[in-house]
């Protein structure tokens, strides 16, 4: 397989930026994530790949819960914030103010939406494990784009 063209491929597909957020008892973790899509209507479900053996994916294999906050044009500032690990302080994540929505999850206030869901199954994917969960809430704060990796100029995958 020619390598270089195998990840300039997988680059141009396009991707959303979110703000995966889960909690328990022992604590909560938030991270930038990009490899996320809808995955069926009936159920509303989702899938969303995360990286073994990290914060996010712990958390969330513990919780069975989640939630994915859409990052909106202009929150490339944001993403950044969740590359590395925040621990809550008051109501604020990484300096971002929060609520707790019906999963127990984070769900940023400056997001324009987030969706809260409920684990179904998690797939060995390689390095990453696949979590396809159904989607148990969803909200909308306001009507701006979503911020897409390729407006970062940032890359993940390949």
Same mark, same amino acid.
């Not at 994540?93 to 869901?117: D, H, K, M, W």
């Given at each position: 397989m020619d390598e270089k063209a195998?990840?300039?491929t997988l680059r141009l597909i396009p991707y959303g930026l979110y703000?995966? #957020?889960?909690?328990?008892?022992d604590g909560t973790d938030a991270a930038t994530v990009s490899w996320l899509s809808q995955a069926s209507f009936d159920p509303p479900r989702?899938?969303?790949g995360l990286r073994k053996e990290t914060g996010i994916w712990q958390r969330v294999l513990d919780a069975g819960t989640f939630a994915v906050n859409v990052l909106g044009d202009g929150q490339k500032a944001l993403?950044? #914030?969740f590359f590395r690990h925040t621990e809550p302080e008051g109501n604020t994540l990484g300096g971002e103010p929060f609520y707790r929505g019906v999963s127990g999850a984070p769900i940023l206030n400056t997001v324009p939406a987030y969706l809260e869901c409920r684990t179904v199954e998690v797939l060995d994917a390689g390095d990453h494990s696949l979590v396809l969960a159904d989607i148990v809430e969803a909200g909308v704060h306001d009507d701006r784009l979503a911020l897409n990796l390729v407006d970062t100029g940032w890359h993940y995958g390949g």
């Amino acid at each position: 397989m020619d390598e270089k063209a195998k990840k300039h491929t997988l680059r141009l597909i396009p991707y959303g930026l979110y703000v995966l #957020t889960a909690s328990t008892e022992d604590g909560t973790d938030a991270a930038t994530v990009s490899w996320l899509s809808q995955a069926s209507f009936d159920p509303p479900r989702i899938a969303v790949g995360l990286r073994k053996e990290t914060g996010i994916w712990q958390r969330v294999l513990d919780a069975g819960t989640f939630a994915v906050n859409v990052l909106g044009d202009g929150q490339k500032a944001l993403a950044s #914030t969740f590359f590395r690990h925040t621990e809550p302080e008051g109501n604020t994540l990484g300096g971002e103010p929060f609520y707790r929505g019906v999963s127990g999850a984070p769900i940023l206030n400056t997001v324009p939406a987030y969706l809260e869901c409920r684990t179904v199954e998690v797939l060995d994917a390689g390095d990453h494990s696949l979590v396809l969960a159904d989607i148990v809430e969803a909200g909308v704060h306001d009507d701006r784009l979503a911020l897409n990796l390729v407006d970062t100029g940032w890359h993940y995958g390949g």
